[in-house]
């Protein structure tokens, strides 16, 4: 299977193009590759292919196999692939995932993505604003947000303390969340600036997550945190969140960028 490694701010995955390759067993394949001892390293595997209603489609599996419905550092790459390597000729794009279809705006320099701008949809909450939870006997509270797939935001004064490996599993896996949930933890500096470490469900602490920093900032935006512009700091890097309240939309400015590529056997 020939495949291309590409990060956004640290967020990896395999890449396979589907318009020439056929991947029969996606999950098993996502486990095989995802792992940084026995395979290639990364978040998971991303398939873009072709769609019927737009003009490619995404398809994205965690590194335990599970199918997603959207990745926003994961779409920015698929962005820059499919106009680096010829799928799509103009610089913005519509495409097809399980959280619906997404249009992308790239800019390019010497003929290569290097940035691209996403309408993320219209966030949605899922819950109070906040809403009060217990876990591990320690009282809390979140926003529940829907980016095309399900975020709870916790704000709290410190985040760097925090020991994701050993909490993590009871945010994702509380019964408030039956379908398990990506948890992003966030600390507001300033008005115009938060820092935020998450926990994905189904591939742990990772250094970035573009759908849970859409999340965390509309949930800020809307409890009057910050401005309608922010900065959202992550392990990996940092990403531009614009919300359009008229609209309801949500826009992520980011970075794409190809690590390597190669061929590894899959089997049959």
């Known amino acids: 299977m020939k495949f291309t490694k590409m990060q956004g701010i640290g967020n990896d995955y395999v890449y396979v193009n589907c318009f020439e390759e056929q991947v029969n067993n996606p999950a098993q394949i996502a486990k095989m590759v995802s792992c940084r001892h026995f395979g290639i390293g990364s978040d998971g595997l991303i398939l873009i292919g072709p769609s019927e209603v737009a003009d490619c489609q995404m398809r994205m599996f965690n590194e335990d196999g599970s199918e997603g419905a959207m990745c926003g550092n994961g779409i920015r790459c698929v962005g820059k692939y499919a106009y680096d390597h010829g799928i799509v000729d103009q610089l913005q794009i519509t495409v097809e995932t399980k959280g619906g279809i997404k249009t992308l705006h790239m800019e390019e320099k010497d003929g290569k993505v290097i940035s691209v701008q996403v309408d993320m949809g219209v966030p949605r909450l899922t ?18 947000m829907d980016v095309g797939n399900p975020h709870a935001v916790y704000f709290l004064p410190d985040i760097d303390g925090l020991e994701l490996e050993k909490i993590g599993p009871a945010f994702e896996c509380h019964p408030r969340f039956p379908d398990r949930v990506n948890t992003e933890f966030v600390c507001v500096e300033n008005r115009n600036r938060m820092r935020m470490r998450v926990w994905e469900r189904g591939s742990g602490e990772t250094l970035a997550c573009g759908t849970g920093a859409t999340a965390c900032a509309v949930a800020a935006m809307m409890l009057n945190l910050v401005e309608d512009s922010v900065e959202v700091v992550l392990k990996g890097g940092s990403l531009k969140i614009y919300w359009d309240r008229k609209s309801g939309h949500a826009f992520m400015t980011g970075p794409a960028e190809e690590v390597f590529w190669g061929e590894i056997p899959v089997g049959k």
């Open 127 to 144: 819950g109070k604003l906040p809403e009060p939870i217990v876990v591990e006997g320690r009282e809390l509270e979140f926003v529940g």
